[in-house]
């Protein structure tokens, strides 16, 4: 792997550990223009998928200008590819809403490495050795600890304090203020949290596999990063046939596709009209697409460049340090009992992803 690879990776890892930080900011707004920080995830995840497949297939003339012999390929597994993409947004926004920017990736990190193994080992055949005892510790250790890691973190009580003077001033009933900070229901959302992260981790790693399993429409094996643009095409294709169906579905049952008029704050001049919510979920869809996208393709320009498929994976996983500093920065992780807990786990994580890939694709 060249210097250049090696930067691309980097970057890779950088913009995925960003990639969803535009949710929080999404829901963020919405508590602030609206008295709930429920947003629209269905429309969001239409804009989303459009960003990405977008920022995937500017990635043709890139390779049509490096390698012109690949250039304008497609494979047909860009459609499963695109289809496992989009399943795995589905869990992550559920995910990144219950647990956070902060934990959602390491979440996701630890349940991608033993579902990529267990793919490795049923379907592709190709593990060296079994699981070593050493790296399947390191995996639990780190998950552990992840977990303990919201259990240490404080409870926000400045902001809860604001939430039940607001709710006073607006003679809201206390059952229905939000009480997702309260200890009591913090373990439900903890474990929907846990089980989109497994979601997220299961289809998220169908796509190496399929990435793995792609050839071109003349019988060769694509390139990495040949392949990101079919695989933009495939997730555009998917977006526009699923997207407009769940919207329909939702209005045919009578579900509200956003907060309404009056779940905003009455009074108040921040209060938003509907096309401004329309907006923000554009505005942010498109940037948390658009960002997840250049880091997909940047990792898949980092394998063309001579890098393992082990060092890549495990320097992609490197998302979860980012996400932990960006859940730092918002808040979610707080006390140095926490910070101290996720450093520890994020490392026993990494040292379970590098274990993973030397046993599952050694060099």
């Avoid at 996400?323 to 990494?350: H, M, Y």
Wanted: charged share 10%; aromatic share 10%; with cysteine.
């Amino acid at each position: 792997m060249d210097t250049i690879g090696l930067v691309a990776l980097i970057f890779a890892a950088l913009f995925n550990g960003t990639a969803f930080v535009p949710v929080k900011l999404c829901a963020k707004w919405h508590r602030k223009h609206c008295d709930s920080d429920t947003y629209d995830m269905v429309v969001f995840q239409g804009w989303w998928g459009l960003a990405a497949a977008v920022a995937m297939m500017l990635t043709a003339p890139i390779e049509c200008a490096i390698q012109p012999s690949q250039c304008l390929r497609f494979s047909y597994y860009a459609f499963l590819t695109g289809a496992s993409i989009f399943t795995a947004t589905v869990a992550v926004l559920i995910s990144v809403h219950h647990l956070g920017v902060g934990l959602e990736p390491s979440v996701v990190a630890a349940f991608y490495v033993v579902c990529g193994f267990v793919e490795d080992l049923l379907l592709l055949h190709n593990i060296a050795e079994p699981l070593s005892a050493c790296a399947l510790g390191l995996l639990l250790l780190g998950a552990a600890g992840v977990v303990a890691c919201r259990k240490l973190s404080p409870a926000p009580a400045a902001k809860d304090a604001q939430l039940l003077s607001s709710a006073m001033e607006h003679d809201t009933p206390m059952s229905e203020c939000r009480t997702h900070h309260a200890p009591s229901a913090a373990p439900t959302r903890l474990v929907t949290g846990l089980v989109a992260g497994f979601a997220t981790g299961l289809f998220g790693s169908m796509v190496p596999f399929t990435s793995e399993k792609a050839v071109g429409t003349d019988g060769d094996p694509m390139p990495p990063f040949a392949y990101a643009a079919p695989v933009g095409v495939g997730l555009v294709a998917v977006n526009f046939v699923v997207t407009p169906l769940r919207i329909a579905i939702r209005r045919w049952s009578g579900a509200a596709v956003m907060p309404t008029q009056e779940d905003c704050a009455e009074g108040s001049s921040a209060k938003s009209s509907a096309q401004q919510r329309a907006t923000s979920l554009a505005l942010y869809g498109t940037a948390s697409g658009l960002i997840w996208g250049a880091g997909a393709a940047l990792l898949n320009f980092g394998l063309d460049r001579g890098a393992e498929l082990s060092t890549a994976n495990a320097m992609y996983q490197c998302a979860l340090l980012v996400g932990g500093l960006w859940g730092i920065f918002f808040g979610e992780i707080r006390g140095w009992r926490a910070i101290v807990c996720f450093l520890v786990s994020a490392a026993a994580l990494l040292g379970a992803v590098v274990l993973m890939g030397l046993y599952v694709h050694p060099s």
